[in-house]
């Protein structure tokens, strides 16, 4: 007679993995940058070159959500690697959703004045390749990068 040694304790765990991980798996994030408006409203765009003046959209797409409260939190790392700005937004939803953030570079006190003979003028930190690392609840880490040139 040919069979099956089946340890009962080791079907139950796979049975158990196999429910739970679509539920824990299931949030998924995507982003684009871009600093083009149709309408009022962010679209996306070909380039991840944005100049000092730009008002830059990290445009995100949500999906997988169970019912109930959820938490964005987005972080933008400038080229040095220094968190420059965090956003944290709260929301109420199931299944999906599109969150719009952004980012708008001021220039130091003073620079204002001329940086119309030179947009760079006291931009120089912000000047290189920036992160934007984007996480909904305990979702895994989405991470979308853009440059800053003047």
């Known amino acids: 007679m040919t ?3 089946v340890i009962p304790g080791r ?3 796979l049975v ?3 429910l739970v991980s679509p539920v824990m798996a299931a949030t998924s994030l995507d982003a684009f940058v871009t600093s083009s408006i149709e309408n009022g409203v962010p679209v996306s765009s070909l380039s991840n070159e944005f100049n000092c003046a730009d008002k830059i959209f990290s445009v995100i797409d949500i999906q997988g959500l169970r019912n ?3 938490t964005l939190n987005v972080d933008w790392i400038d080229p040095s690697g220094k968190r420059r700005e965090q956003t944290t937004y709260s929301f109420h939803r199931a299944g999906s959703i599109r969150i719009t953030v ?3 570079l001021h220039p130091p006190k003073g620079a204002t004045l001329l940086s119309a003979f030179n947009p760079a003028l006291g931009m120089g930190e912000f ?3 920036w992160e934007i690392r984007m996480r909904v609840d305990q979702s895994p880490l989405a991470q979308k990068w853009f440059s800053v040139l003047c």
């Open 3 to 5: 069979g099956c040694h």
């Open 11 to 13: 079907w139950i765990v």
């Open 16 to 18: 158990l993995c196999c």
């Open 68 to 70: 109930g409260e959820h």
């Open 102 to 104: 952004w980012l708008k």
């Open 127 to 129: 000047i290189g390749r």
